[in-house]
């Protein structure tokens, strides 16, 4: 495949600046079709987006001829049945996180993978993104000695300003998003501790619904073992008071702590009482690092920057933290 033309299944909100113009500013990338059920909406984006095509039926998207890859933005319900149908079509995908409803859905999408011979990336977008690239190289170079444990808190009201704007709130109807806030926030966070800390040894977790009015549970505990021994700790509660909102990693190390933001802009390094904090840009799309990586790879000229395999230990520790494994 010289230039990657891609086509769009679903592109709504988080297409419009996160991911979509990026497609275009990527080299030997092409932004070709969209696809959205809404006919009008459809060809809107086409207009604004200065995209060629548009369509309102994802099967003549991925069964159009100029189109040789496909981007799944659609939410998690769908991502499974289109993502089959475009490898079963011969057409790599790139598909939205979470990978799919549960971890069974993401079993069915890699053995389709498999089964096809076609690639699969799943947009666990941060792992490509400066900030926590660094945090990589941190501690590959053992800056805050051998790593102990991690302490992660997400906190955050019912009205928090991090979570993605929708037209309707299918993020708390589980038969569209698989769970609450906690299933579309939390697979960054866990992909990144499997990106930085390799194999989990054992996991396990508790979900609450703290709010009787809300159909998802809104308070999630977990706790992993890795093989490496490093352990993590982890607490998600979406229905906290205004005043406490807090998201927060802390990596704890022999000589030392790295503190950051997985929604922020910031690492801090604390070795014997004394902190550097080292400051991020803010990305105008972005995905943008992670497409560069994703074009390179369905080009023959770069490894897989997330493959359905890692997605899948992602998914399978969502499941084991809100007890849908059991």
């Not at 979509?20 to 070709?32: D, Q």
């Not at 059920?37 to 099967?59: C, I, L, M």
């Not at 475009?86 to 995908?93: D, N, R, S, T, Y």
């Not at 000589?255 to 922020?264: E, Q, T, V």
Request: aromatic share 8%; proline share 6%.
């Amino acid at each position: 495949m010289n230039e990657i033309k891609w086509g769009i299944i679903g592109c709504g909100d988080v297409t419009e600046v996160k991911s979509g113009p990026a497609f275009n500013k990527v080299p030997h990338s092409k932004l070709v079709a969209v696809m959205r059920r809404d006919a009008v909406k459809a060809e809107d984006y086409a207009k604004r987006h200065g995209v060629p095509k548009w369509y309102s039926n994802a099967s003549d998207l991925i069964n159009d001829p100029e189109v040789n890859a496909i981007y799944i933005a659609t939410p998690p319900l769908q991502h499974e049945e289109y993502t089959i149908a475009a490898l079963a079509a011969g057409k790599p995908v790139y598909v939205e996180k979470p990978m799919a409803l549960n971890g069974q859905a993401a079993q069915n999408m890699t053995n389709a993978a498999h089964k096809h011979g076609v690639k699969l990336v799943v947009a666990h977008y941060r792992r490509a993104q400066p900030l926590f690239l660094k945090i990589k190289s941190l501690l590959a170079a053992n800056t805050i000695g051998e790593v102990r444990f991690v302490d992660l808190k997400m906190l955050q009201p019912k009205a928090s300003n991090i979570i993605a704007n929708s037209e309707e709130n299918w993020r708390i109807n589980p038969a569209i998003s698989g769970g609450g806030l906690f299933h579309d926030l939390a697979p960054h966070q866990l992909d990144l501790m499997l990106y930085y800390f390799g194999e989990v040894k054992q996991f396990n977790g508790l979900a609450n619904k703290k709010d009787p009015n809300e159909p998802v549970e809104d308070l999630v505990t977990g706790h992993i073992l890795f093989e490496n021994g490093v352990v993590f700790n982890g607490l998600w509660c979406f229905s906290a008071p205004e005043n406490e909102q807090t998201d927060s990693c802390e990596i704890y190390g022999s000589k030392g702590k790295i503190s950051f933001s997985i929604f922020g802009q910031f690492i801090k390094v604390n070795l014997k009482g004394e902190e550097e904090t080292i400051n991020f840009e803010h990305l105008p799309h972005v995905e943008q690092p992670m497409i560069e990586q994703v074009v390179a790879y369905f080009r023959g000229e770069g490894e897989n920057p997330c493959s359905a395999e890692e997605a899948l230990k992602t998914m399978k520790l969502m499941d084991g933290f809100t007890g849908k494994n059991n």
